[in-house]
């Protein structure tokens, strides 16, 4: 179960679906809290005790064992017992709380406010705005008094006020100045001592054509700052004191970051507001193409994009309008590279909307109406094994390649890369799909369709282990992401120069790990958690897995849906080789996905070192195939070695001839 802990405001724990979790007494919030505090660092029982009490009783120690035991049992409620805690450890002489570094909402409020200094204001804007709506008060509400929470709970404070002024300058930057006034003013208000404050609220009701206000905000910060704390203003609010007397043409929002695109953006948009009725058709075709470009800005862009699809897919049947329907589900056409879902629930809810918008569809419908929802089946339904999926991207592709019309196809396209997992070895169809959609979108100046062409040429040239044409994929899908703000790449370009390094040898396997280390970091606040969990420990297992290492069993790893798979490696480095076989037995079969043959090879080593014929044999049938291709390569992040050298020991193991 996936666990979410609040502190921007009271101390609380939520489970997987969005619900509170029962914490019981202050004494279980205060260990709970102090274990956040610590960072996932072990805190000594000895140190719990003298936080907990002024004057600790006898039975302090054993009182704190009791509150863990029972924080334990609200926050996995589902464990086995007698198997060790995952989320609060033992550790040493105390414990730790190994929440994910996105599972505490402060934690993720300082990302973004890290993140937002680096991005375009229209990023920093909407991911700045989402992050100080986690504060639901004061930073650990419940232990003000508290000698322990004290440092963090200044910290958190001062980062929160950080954020509300750079959240003003991102306003200012994108020419919504009247927008920024009235949280500014309640900001200076609140927290008079803060210069930079005063200064953006003044810039704010200048570029509002308030100079006169402008000037008496100045006035009011002077005489503040000289009659309460006995220091004049600062350079910076003197200097704009001194610009805005002489009109200055820098303080023009046109001539600041954003500048005149800012200025249209905010002018069209309330022109559209004006003019549009709020329950017109248009307006949720409107939204969808917003969402579509929203998708692809970044973690917070992609996040929000995904939640209003749904409320406009929703919007759009109500209506009871087929071909409305078809439109908003079809404009969604955001290009797709990682063949895990994000979430699941989500994409069988679009798949069904999307069917029963096909079967609403009067005969003569346009047909590329038709061939945009078999994409989105095709590319929402896969990794499901449904017979579904490959039909729906081969009509697709039939329809758009009948109209050539090039955008369709690129979506159709890309549902065909997604149901192309049906067996082990497709890397070099993969490429050919991956190949043509590079040409076919460079052609019609289609430049996500393009980067979509490159990452899917650039994973199937790593699974043939083409390194130096997949390192000119990587270096024109970097050079595509930067020309045309698609941040996202990135994510996926970092992992494979990681991959790279792990692949090609020659380099210590330190710092392939910590090339691992660096990219995963990146994930984290991407959007993508059908990406990120479990990733990282896969990787490093890889990597272990390749040097003749024993799995990791540090016993708190988090392996994600990866979890069948490493556990029998893990098992066999604790010699529990009984337990391998019984898990083995109990082993489903790997996804249909970009990492099929990798987790196939981590079957057969476990497989091969307990004797387990049958699995042995599953695994022979499902990886010869892809005799000629890398491990797990064709996922673009990791590898586990030549596919043969798996057949060669499998063959050895079962005494058959190669």
Known sequence: MEVAFGVLGPVVAWDHAGGAIALKGPRHRAVLARLIVARRRVVPVTRLVEDLWEDPPADAVGAVRTFVAALRRALEPQRPPRTPARLLVTEGPGYALHAEPGAVDAWRFEQVVAAAATEPPQHALARLEEALGWWRGPAYADFTEETWARAERSRLGELRLHAVERQAEARLALGLAGEAVPDLDAHVAEHPWREDAWR????????????????????????????????????????????ILDHADHLDPASGPGGPAARVWAQAAAAYDRTVASGARARLESTVSLLRNLAVTGGGGLQAARQHRLAAITAAEERGDAELTARVIGAYDVPAIWTRVDDPQQAAWVVAAAERTLAALWPGAHPAAQARLLATIALESRGTRSARGPQAAQQAEQIARRLDDPALLSFALNGVFMQSFHRAGLAPHRDEVGAELVALSARNGLATWEVLGHLIRLQARSALADFPAADGHAAAADRLAERHELPLVGVFTQWYRALRLAATGGTLAAEVEAAYQDAAAR?????????????????????????????????????????????????????????????????????????????????????????????????????????????????????????????????????HPR
């Open 200 to 243: 953006l609220l003044a810039l704010a009701l200048y570029r509002t054509g308030r100079q006169g206000d402008a000037l008496a905000v100045l006035r009011r910060a002077r005489t503040l700052l000289v009659e309460q704390l006995g220091v004049d203003p600062g350079p910076r609010l003197r200097r704009l004191e001194a610009d």
């Open 523 to 655: 994930i984290n606040g991407a959007g993508m958690p059908g990406l990120e969990r479990g990733l990282l420990p896969l990787a490093l297992l890889s990597l272990r897995v390749r040097h003749a290492q024993p799995a990791q069993t540090d016993g708190y790893t988090d392996w994600g849906p990866y979890e069948p798979w490493a556990r029998p490696l893990g098992l066999l480095a604790q010699d529990r080789r009984g337990e391998v076989t019984a898990a083995l037995r109990q082993l489903p079969d790997p996804p249909r996905d970009l990492l099929f043959e990798a987790l196939w090879c981590l079957a057969a080593r476990a497989a091969i070192a307990v004797g387990d014929r049958k699995t042995m044999e599953r695994a022979y049938t499902e990886l010869t195939p892809a005799a000629a291709e890398l491990a797990g390569a064709g996922s673009g992040l990791l590898t586990l070695g030549p596919v043969s050298k798996h057949l060669d020991d499998l063959a050895t193991a079962l005494r």
